[in-house]
């Protein structure tokens, strides 16, 4: 007889410990980072919580920048402005070029019509809730052209006037006037060079140089906390404003004077229409918001006493109005 076969003992694989002990690395390494950031840098964080949910969640993820950055590709697109408008990024947030020869009348602050509903667009997508913590500074640039008028003696008004009117424009579509900032920089950071290496102009350059630059940077968590107690404050005061602006009821408004009602005696007439005429005396007495002085609520309760020795149920409603009034 043959001897039964010896079982085959199977060791359980261990290799999930690897992966396991990757992840805790990873989220270890996170949490180490968080309690390390002296100044929280935004857009670096949003960096990596979106490459950790890409690498480690396994799920696509847009930072907040990133979206603003494709909505803002989405209005230049909308508006056909592509020719005039370019939308890129730096290290802090996005970055919207604006042609100055296509936004501003020449040697002039004012903007074209055309450029007008193109920023309006755009404050309108700035002025949103996803986008409201997000600073927006202006920058005004000039070519090395020298202007001299009495509007603008050099090209540093010029500059600091054209960022200024797209602030204003901002601020007119609501967008927080605590977000933004207006710069000149006059021709002091060109784009390109505006001469050549013989000193000549060249001007495909100085018209590129030309320019109105919108950086749209997050805000920094101490400016975030700032803003959003500026916020509430501001939403206290309008709420206070708007209370203080409703005119409370008036007198009159409390105490009409009714017609006569049918089927009243005599008696209950002549009551009615010195219950009226108490009201008149509460209406001649009482400020615009219906207060009366203590010494005025004293005098016409004694009149209303007076005439409680004639109170009948046909005038009870008129009794008690004028009682409530006078016990506020």
């Known amino acids: 007889m043959a001897a039964p076969l010896k079982e085959e003992i199977v060791e359980e694989s261990e290799d999930w410990l690897v992966t396991y002990a990757d992840a805790i690395t990873l989220l270890m390494a996170f949490f180490v980072m968080l309690l390390t950031f002296a100044e929280f840098d935004i857009p670096a964080y949003e960096e990596l919580t979106s490459a950790l949910a890409n690498n480690v969640g396994g799920r696509e993820a847009q930072t907040?920048?990133?979206?603003?950055?494709?909505?803002?590709?989405?209005?230049?697109?909308?508006?056909?402005?592509?020719?005039?408008?370019?939308?890129?990024?730096?290290?802090?947030?996005?970055?919207i070029d604006l042609d100055a020869n296509a936004f501003f009348q020449p040697a002039s602050a004012d903007l074209v019509p055309a450029a007008i509903p193109v920023l309006a667009k755009l404050s309108e997508t700035l002025a949103s809730p996803n986008y409201e913590l997000y600073n927006i500074a202006v920058e005004g640039h000039t070519?090395?052209?020298?202007?001299?008028?009495?509007?603008?003696?050099?090209?540093?008004?010029?500059?600091?006037?054209?960022?200024?009117?797209?602030?204003?424009?901002?601020?007119?579509?609501?967008?927080?006037?605590?977000?933004?900032?207006?710069?000149?920089?006059?021709?002091?950071?060109?784009?390109?060079?505006?001469?050549?290496?013989?000193?000549?102009?060249?001007?495909?350059?100085?018209?590129?140089?030309?320019?109105?630059?919108?950086r749209l940077h997050p805000m920094s968590l101490q400016e975030r906390d700032e803003y959003m107690l500026a916020q509430e404050i501001k939403r206290e005061r309008e709420a206070a404003k708007a209370a203080a602006s409703v005119k409370p009821p008036s007198a009159e408004e409390l105490l009409p004077i009714r017609a006569m009602p049918d089927g009243l005696s005599e008696q209950d007439r002549q009551t009615k229409l010195a219950l009226e005429q108490l009201k008149r005396d509460i209406y001649a007495a009482a400020n615009e918001s219906g207060q009366l002085q203590p010494s005025d609520v004293q005098r016409l309760k004694q009149t209303l006493a007076t005439l409680n020795e004639v109170r009948t149920d046909n005038l009870e409603g008129i009794y008690a109005e004028i009682e409530r009034f006078l016990n506020r």
């Open 64 to 95: 907040t920048t990133q979206s603003l950055k494709i909505d803002v590709q989405d209005i230049v697109y909308e508006m056909q402005a592509d020719q005039a408008v370019q939308v890129t990024s730096d290290e802090k947030g996005v970055v």
């Open 143 to 214: 070519d090395d052209g020298q202007i001299s008028t009495d509007k603008f003696p050099s090209n540093w008004e010029l500059s600091s006037q054209r960022a200024s009117s797209v602030v204003r424009l901002f601020e007119s579509n609501e967008v927080e006037r605590a977000r933004l900032q207006a710069r000149g920089y006059a021709d002091t950071r060109p784009k390109v060079p505006n001469r050549d290496l013989q000193g000549k102009p060249i001007p495909e350059n100085r018209a590129t140089n030309r320019r109105v630059v919108l």
